[in-house]
């Protein structure tokens, strides 16, 4: 019997999720489409298996399947990231918070200094936020974008990095448009004395992809999800240097996790065999395409960009010239079929439960086959739904229509 006959309700739910994924633009930065073949691994028999530690020492009979599974899928990592020979991996993270907070654990102690970008500015909740888990043990300093450029400013960083001698030092972020300079960082560390640490969530596709440059050659430590641009299961990984992996290893099991969901594991392998391909260069190479494209366009319109643009996957609007506020414009953009998160802006004047942006990025929309063209009708739509919230019906009845043409992957 299937779920549709033995448990209607959450079948029914089901079906209903997944048409509202096919008939809407997702243009949330942090989302994707991941493949039938990633869900057909996430769903297999491999989720019945505990396997408490690590290939070779389990703590449990039967494992001699699920570690080739854990093998193979750590060495497709390290070929899809081309890790030097001195590193290692780690893909039994749950998901990207645990990681991050994995990785504290293993290198520091409760009250250590780490810097890094508060959530305001584009940071993560584990990045230090007071409501965290992270934030409550150990002493972050944060460091923002400027205001007036809205981009990393180097040069602060590295002075405040000078004043405050953190143990660790945190990049990567969930809503920053611009590509980072890891040797600039690695040089700001290096002068602190401090552990080099890249959490690269958002931007690990584009870096497998070739169209973001890679921290690994710079960094000690490298967090990454599974599931954006990398279009994977919901799942983490972490790399280190050769130097940190006993540390790492023993801090996710027994510090903070029990057993691996070696079904995610599975599928991170398949994730990292599809992501190490020529098409998956020319999927990363076109997401950068279209988030230009649709912050060109929107600019077209009147938007303003914070920094003006975008070298990513995503950019923030800044809605402050069109009378509109971020909570307002999401609710909006979703009356039109256009799915979006809210964001802060720099030194952003509203609260970040109603801030004044909306991010919006383009991986998702990447993987339905949309291009450059696509990116035009798409701003013409949020302008006009943004503008005047009368005409959302008819928007998303027309964004319904155009996305029959552009099929999602694994819907
Ligand atoms: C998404 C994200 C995370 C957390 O991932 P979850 O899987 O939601 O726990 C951590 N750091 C950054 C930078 C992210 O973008």
Redesign the pocket.
């Given at each position: 019997m299937s779920l549709k006959q033995k448990d209607p309700q959450i079948y029914k739910l089901i079906q209903a999720e997944r048409k509202r994924q096919q008939e809407s633009l997702n243009l949330i930065a942090?989302e994707n489409f991941a493949s039938k073949e990633v869900m057909e691994a996430l769903g297999s028999v491999l989720g019945n298996k505990y396997a408490e530690n690590y290939p070779g020492k389990r703590y449990y009979g039967g494992c001699k399947v699920v570690d080739e599974v854990e093998n193979l899928a750590k060495e497709r990592v390290s070929a899809a990231f081309d890790l030097p020979l001195d590193w290692h991996i780690n893909v039994q993270p749950y998901?990207?918070?645990?990681?991050?907070l994995e990785v504290y654990n293993a290198l520091l102690e409760p009250g250590d200094t780490i810097m890094s970008m508060d959530l305001a500015s584009g940071?993560?909740?584990?990045?230090g936020s007071p409501v965290n888990f992270s934030g409550r043990t150990y002493k972050f300093v944060h460091y923002g974008l400027s205001p007036k450029s809205g981009k990393l400013d180097y040069m602060e960083i590295l002075k405040l990095a000078d004043r405050v001698n953190p143990k660790l030092i945190l990049c990567?972020?969930?809503a920053y448009s611009r590509e980072i300079d890891f040797k600039k960082f690695r040089e700001i560390a290096d002068k602190a004395k401090a552990i080099a640490m890249a959490?690269?969530?958002?931007i690990a596709g584009l870096i497998v992809g070739g169209v973001h440059s890679s921290p690994i050659p710079f960094f000690d430590v490298v967090?990454s999800?599974v599931?954006?641009t990398l279009r994977g299961p919901?799942?983490?990984i972490v790399m280190c240097k050769d130097k940190y992996a006993a540390a790492i290893d023993k801090s996710v099991f027994p510090g903070m996790q029990g057993g691996p969901h070696e079904n995610a594991i599975a599928a991170i392998a398949v994730t990292m065999k599809e992501a190490h391909t020529r098409t998956f260069r020319k999927y990363a190479e076109q997401i950068v395409n279209n988030c230009k494209a649709l912050a060109h366009a929107l600019q077209d319109f009147g938007f303003k960009i914070v920094s003006e643009g975008t070298d990513n996957h995503l950019m923030i609007v800044d809605l402050t010239n069109k009378n509109i506020t971020g909570m307002e414009a999401q609710k909006h953009l979703e009356a039109g079929g256009i799915v979006s998160s809210r964001s802060p802006i720099p030194a952003d004047p509203r609260k970040p439960w109603d801030p004044s942006g909306v991010r919006l990025g383009t991986a998702a929309i990447t993987s339905r086959g949309m291009k450059e063209k696509e990116m035009k009708k798409i701003a013409s739509w949020i302008a006009a739904v943004i503008t005047d919230r009368s005409i959302a019906d008819q928007v998303k009845d027309e964004v319904r229509r155009f996305c029959r043409n552009f099929p999602a992957p694994g819907l």
């Open positions: 942090s998901s990207g918070s645990p990681a991050n940071g993560h909740l584990t990045h990567g972020y969930t959490d690269i969530s958002h967090t999800t599931h954006k919901r799942a983490a």
